[in-house]
């Protein structure tokens, strides 16, 4: 039985105040912050390196998800392997060394994650589903926070959850894009686990662990029915 996790992705943060947000996601009680890592070349947009994750390590004792959305992430992986991380997601488009890159991270004692774009199958990760603990499906177009989930995404997460039965797999599933009260509950019904949150807690300034409280509550609650809003 895996456990309800919400992580909540700093994308959308105040980044001349990220320390303030870090206390207010811990505020929030959220399970743990998502970092994405993007280099203008395997997504569109830019973001940060491994330095940000040490100085966000230095103000929380939340564990801190790495979402490396970068091309050849072998060629600095030892930066990100030190800096803090508890789980390093990396994207099989990105590298041809992605069972050499999950050992590293395995060998360094850190949570393993592999990610899929939302256009790619999940059959490319056949080979090393032995070496993973969470896959993340990413449920909408990659690149920056605030875009709609695609449905597309409900069908791959049942595949997915298919695959982990028939072969005795133990790894959990996680999504991230667009994730709000309606989506999440269709992923949890469809085999997700793990939630990845953004726009959704940081469009609440003053109520963030009321947003998490409910969200909980929604996907929790097989009887509750999905209220549809503005914000969906």
């Not at 949150?197 to 909980?216: A, C, M, Q, Y």
Request: aromatic share 6%; charged share 25%; net charge negative.
């Amino acid at each position: 039985m895996f456990s309800l996790i919400i992580s909540s992705s700093i994308l959308n943060a105040d980044y001349l105040n990220l320390e303030k947000e870090i206390k207010s996601l811990e505020d929030s009680l959220v399970d743990s912050i998502h970092i994405d890592i993007m280099d203008g070349r395997f997504v569109e947009h830019t973001t940060w390196g491994a330095s940000i994750i040490t100085s966000i390590r230095e103000v929380t004792n939340l564990p801190l998800d790495v979402h490396l959305m970068i091309d050849s992430p072998e060629r600095n992986i030892e930066e990100y392997v030190s800096s803090g991380a508890d789980t390093i997601f990396i994207h099989p488009e990105s590298t041809v060394y992605l069972r050499k890159l999950l050992k590293i991270i395995k060998k360094n004692k850190i949570r393993t994650g592999v990610a899929l774009k939302l256009d790619t199958p999940i059959n490319v990760l056949v080979h090393c589903l032995d070496l993973v603990d969470t896959v993340l499906l990413v449920t909408c177009d990659e690149g920056f926070g605030g875009q709609p989930f695609h449905p597309l995404s409900l069908k791959k997460i049942s595949e997915l959850k298919k695959v982990r039965e028939s072969n005795n797999l133990s790894f959990s599933i996680e999504v991230d894009g667009g994730i709000n009260m309606k989506s999440g509950k269709q992923c949890k019904d469809a085999g997700a686990e793990r939630f990845v949150l953004g726009s959704l807690i940081f469009k609440e300034p003053t109520d963030r662990s009321g947003v998490v409280h409910r969200f909980r509550n929604n996907i929790d609650s097989d009887n509750q029915k999905v209220r549809g809003d503005k914000n969906e």
